[in-house]
C-alpha cells in the first residue's frame, strides 16, 4: 500500500531490521507467479487473467479465503515451482529490511493433490539456504498440520517429515479454526515435542478464548499465531503476559478476513499495553493485500503507534524467534540503535 503522505514513521519502519513469524509461503503465490506455474505445468485455472483473480480476494471470512488459497496452490507441482516462490518471497522481503524469516508451509495441501513431500521441502529449502547466502536471511521452518484433517493424517505427515526433521524447526495448526480445537491435535504435539520441535499454533483467530487455553495447556505450544481473541478473557492476558508468550498478530489479515471490521481495531497496541510480546506479520501477503511494511505502517497510523511502539514490535520479533539468544542480541541491539538515533529512548 502506498503512502500518500510523509510519516517519519515509514522511513523509520523500513531502515528496522525486522523478523517475521507467521508467513505461509503458499500465502505469497502472486498471482502472476499463480498463472505462470499453471501455464509451465499445465494446470487449468478457473480465473481469465490475473486481475480477475485479484478481485476475487474479497472475503467475509477465513473459510472464503481458504477456498482460494487451496485452490491457489494447484498451480504448484515441480520442486522448482517452491523454490521460485520461496525466493520470490526472500526477494520481497529483503526490500523490507526483513533478516530473519519462520515461514510456516501446509504439506498436506501438497500431498493431498499427489505430489510429493521431497518435492515441496526440497525447493523451499533450496530457496532458503540461497536467501541466507545470498539475501543474508536466516530462516528457520515450520511445518503446518492442516487441523481440518484428521489427527491419524497428521501422525502420516509427521512421518513423512521423519528424514527431514534437520530441516524442520516447528511445527504449527491452522487452516479452518471453529470446530477443529487444539485438542484435537494433542498427541501429534506431544510426539513432535518429544522429538524436539518447536510448537506454535493458531488460536483466537476466529475460535474463542478456549482454543488458545488449549493451545497453552493442551498442546502446551511455544508461541501463539493470531492470539486476537484471547483479549476477550481477562484471566488469558495475564497468563499470556506473565509467562511471556510471543502474538504474530497480522494486521492486514486480519481486516481482509473480516477478524476486525477497520484496521484502528487491531489489537496491537492493546495488548503491548497489556504487557504482551505482540508482533506484526503478513500472514498471506499475496491475498490480504500487503507484506511486513505495509502491516507496519498500517498500524503506525492507524493506532498512532510511536516510534517506540514500533521498535519494540520489531525487537519483539526477534525475542519471539527461534533463534540463538545471541543472534537476538544483536537484531535487539540494532533497533535500540536505531530508536537511539532518532532521539526517541
Ligand atoms: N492458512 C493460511 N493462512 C491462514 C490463516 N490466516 N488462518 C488459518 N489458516 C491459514
Ligand atoms: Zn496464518
Redesign the pocket.
Known amino acids: 500500500m502506498a503512502d500518500a503522505s510523509p510519516d517519519p514513521r515509514s522511513a523509520f519502519i523500513a531502515a528496522l531490521p525486522k523478523a517475521e513469524l507467521h508467513l ?1 509461503i503458499e ?1 505469497s503465490l502472486e498471482p502472476e507467479m499463480m498463472f505462470e506455474l499453471a501455464r509451465r505445468n499445465g494446470v487449468a485455472l478457473p480465473y481469465a487473467s490475473v486481475e480477475e483473480v485479484r478481485a476475487a480476494y474479497q472475503f467475509s471470512n ?1 473459510q472464503e479465503f ?1 477456498d482460494l ?1 487451496y485452490l491457489g496452490m494447484g498451480a504448484l507441482i515441480e520442486e522448482r515451482d517452491f523454490y521460485d516462490l520461496t525466493i520470490a518471497y526472500l526477494e520481497r522481503v529483503h526490500a523490507d529490511n526483513v533478516r530473519h524469516v519462520e515461514i510456516f508451509f501446509d504439506p498436506q495441501g501438497h500431498t493431498t493433490r499427489g505430489v510429493a513431500f521431497d518435492t515441496v521441502i526440497t525447493g523451499i529449502t533450496r530457496a532458503l539456504d540461497e536467501g541466507e547466502a545470498r539475501l543474508g536471511i536466516t530462516s528457520k521452518l515450520i511445518m503446518c498440520f492442516l487441523r481440518h484433517l484428521s489427527e491419524e493424517d497428521a501422525f502420516a505427515t509427521l512421518e513423512e517429515a521423519q528424514p527431514w526433521l534437520h530441516r524442520i524447526t516447528g511445527v504449527g495448526l ?2 479452518s ?1 471453529v470446530g477443529h480445537p487444539p485438542e484435537k491435535f494433542a498427541r501429534v504435539f506431544a510426539k513432535c515435542r518429544e522429538l524436539g520441535l518447536k510448537l506454535v499454533a ?1 488460536a483466537g ?1 476466529e475460535g474463542p478464548p478456549e482454543y488458545v487455553w488449549q493451545a497453552l495447556d493442551t498442546l502446551g505450544i511455544d508461541r501463539i499465531d493470531h492470539g486476537n481473541r484471547a483479549l476477550e478473557d481477562e484471566k488469558l492476558v495475564k497468563r499470556i503476559a506473565q509467562d511471556g508468550y510471543t502474538l504474530t498478530v497480522c494486521p492486514l ?1 486480519n481486516l481482509k ?1 473480516c477478524v476486525i471490521d477497520e484496521i484502528g481495531e487491531s489489537p496491537v497496541k492493546a495488548m503491548l499495553d497489556a504487557g504482551i510480546k505482540a508482533t506484526v506479520n503478513s ?2 501477503p499475496s491475498y490480504f493485500g500487503g507484506y511486513i511494511n505495509d502491516n507496519y505502517h498500517a498500524v503506525a497510523r492507524a493506532l498512532d503507534l510511536s516510534l517506540q511502539d514500533i521498535a519494540t514490535l520489531a525487537s519483539n520479533s526477534f525475542a519471539g524467534s527461534f533463534l540463538d539468544p545471541a543472534e537476538i542480541e544483536t537484531r535487539q541491539a540494532e533497533i535500540a540503535q536505531a530508536l537511539e538515533a532518532q532521539g526517541a529512548r
Open positions: 505461509h500465502g477465513l481458504l488459497y491452522d487452516s479454526e493458531h483467530e489479515s478476513l500472514d498471506d
